[in-house]
């Protein structure tokens, strides 16, 4: 039997490191083209899998896209879907929202789609009989926390969600029973901010905690 290692103390200062890394970790829009170093992706997938998962399912799945025709199927359906969403504001909303990066899929070197495997093996089905929405919280879990190891590392993550998951489905070719839980593109940053874009913008502050919780 391997004897379990003495748990790690998480001080003061790695706390406060902690408490930065969620306060700078942001939403990526605008990416230098620069390529990832050989093996850095492998390497944050690899932690994002040490994500929790209802009854260890490991429902993730990643998806890299390379292919160009590919990547051109998922820029249509972002260019669609983008114009219908601008359909629907009006006045100076909509010319703000018309002034917003919403992609980074001309400049980020990296493209990954996540699946949520719906009929996992693994598992077994614990956990998730009267939940099986669980799968997908555990693919949006993981996901979090590919944005944290990122930017520990200095690279950016961006999710594209004006898109049409169907449309991209087909395009990247995945088995049925997998649901796109996020469109992700990957590379490193501008420039970074402890602000996220859409408050630097205007378009919506920070919301208070003490509004967003509720005592019963």
């Not at 039997?1 to 748990?7: G, K, L, Y």
């Not at 598992?123 to 520990?152: C, D, E, N, W």
Request: net charge neutral; aromatic share 8%; with cysteine.
């Amino acid at each position: 039997m391997t004897e379990t290692p003495a748990p790690p103390v998480f001080d003061a200062g790695f706390r406060q490191t902690l408490e930065d890394l969620l306060l700078w970790r942001r939403d990526v829009r605008h990416f230098r083209t620069d390529p990832l170093p050989p093996g850095a992706l492998d390497d944050l997938i690899r932690l994002t899998c040490l994500s929790p998962s209802v009854g260890n399912s490991q429902p993730w799945r990643f998806v890299t896209v390379e292919d160009p025709a590919r990547r051109a199927a998922v820029r249509q359906s972002f260019l669609t879907a983008n114009a219908e969403a601008l359909a629907d504001y009006h006045g100076e909303r909509a010319r703000m929202y018309a002034g917003l990066k919403l992609a980074g899929l001309d400049r980020a070197p990296v493209q990954m789609a996540v699946f949520c495997d719906t009929d996992p093996a693994a598992g077994y089905g614990l956990g998730r009989r009267t939940m099986p929405q669980t799968l997908h919280y555990s693919v949006a879990g993981a996901i979090m926390a590919l944005f944290l190891v990122a930017r520990a590392r200095g690279i950016g993550v961006g999710i594209v969600s004006i898109i049409d998951p169907a449309e991209v489905k087909a395009a990247l070719d995945v088995p049925q029973s997998w649901d796109l839980v996020a469109y992700l593109c990957i590379g490193y940053p501008e420039a970074d901010h402890n602000v996220p874009e859409l408050v630097r913008t205007g378009w919506q502050d920070r919301l208070s905690p003490a509004d967003l919780t509720l005592r019963r």
